[in-house]
C-alpha cells in the first residue's frame, strides 16, 4: 500500500508502518488526524484509514461528490472545518446545495460559506464516529487523490452538546448510500 504526503512523494509504507500506526490509532482514536498524520509522515487519509474498522467507512469520490454535498445542504446547521498547516477555519452554518459550473462545484449562498471546490479531485468520502475530546463525534472527510482532507463536514450539536440525532441518523443513511 503505498500512502503519498504531500511532502514526501516517494514515501512508501511498509507493512510495519501500517501496523504501528492501526495499533496508535486504535489505542488513539481521538488524535487530530493531521497531526498524526504530519508526525509520522503519511497522509491524513492513512491516518483514516488507520482506525478501527467500526469507526470509519470510506466510499464514493468525485463521483459521489455532488450527491453527498447536496445531501449535507439539507442537514441544517453543521460545522464544515479546513484543517492546513497554517490554521483551522471552522463555519457553523448550512452548507448551500451547490452546482457544478465551470469546472467547480460553487457553493452559491451570498453570505457565510460560499466558494468553489475541485469536486474532480475528490478520491473518497470517509464517515468517521469516533470519541473527541470527550465526546462522541461523526463526520464526513472529503478525500482529495492527494490523500489529503479537502475538508470536514461535522454532524451539529444540540444545546446539551450532543450530536444532533436526526443528523446523525442522516450522515449514516449518507454513508450507508455512498459506502454500502
Not at 98 to 115: C, E, Q, V
Not at 131 to 152: E, I
Amino acid at each position: 500500500m503505498q500512502n503519498v504526503a504531500p511532502d514526501f512523494k516517494d514515501f512508501i509504507m511498509t507493512t510495519a508502518m501500517l501496523d504501528d500506526l492501526t495499533t496508535y490509532m486504535r489505542d488513539n482514536p481521538g488524535a487530530v488526524i493531521e497531526d498524526v498524520a504530519r508526525d509520522r509522515k503519511v497522509t491524513p487519509r492513512a491516518v483514516i484509514e488507520a482506525l478501527p474498522a467500526e469507526m470509519v467507512k470510506i466510499g464514493g469520490g468525485a463521483d459521489a461528490f455532488v450527491a453527498a454535498m447536496q445531501d449535507i445542504a439539507t442537514w441544517g446547521v453543521v460545522t464544515l472545518i479546513v484543517h492546513t498547516d497554517d490554521g483551522i477555519f471552522e463555519i457553523t452554518d448550512p452548507v448551500a446545495p451547490g452546482s457544478i459550473g465551470r469546472g467547480y462545484f460553487n457553493l452559491s449562498h451570498p453570505t457565510g460559506l460560499h466558494g468553489h471546490l475541485r469536486h474532480e479531485r475528490c478520491a473518497g468520502i470517509a464517515f468517521v464516529e469516533r470519541p473527541f475530546m470527550g465526546k462522541s463525534s461523526a463526520f464526513a472527510a472529503f478525500l482529495n487523490v492527494d490523500g489529503g482532507v479537502m475538508f470536514k463536514v461535522f454532524v451539529g450539536r444540540d444545546e446539551t452538546r450532543a450530536l444532533k440525532q436526526d443528523q446523525l441518523t442522516r450522515f449514516r443513511a449518507l454513508a450507508q448510500t455512498i459506502c454500502g
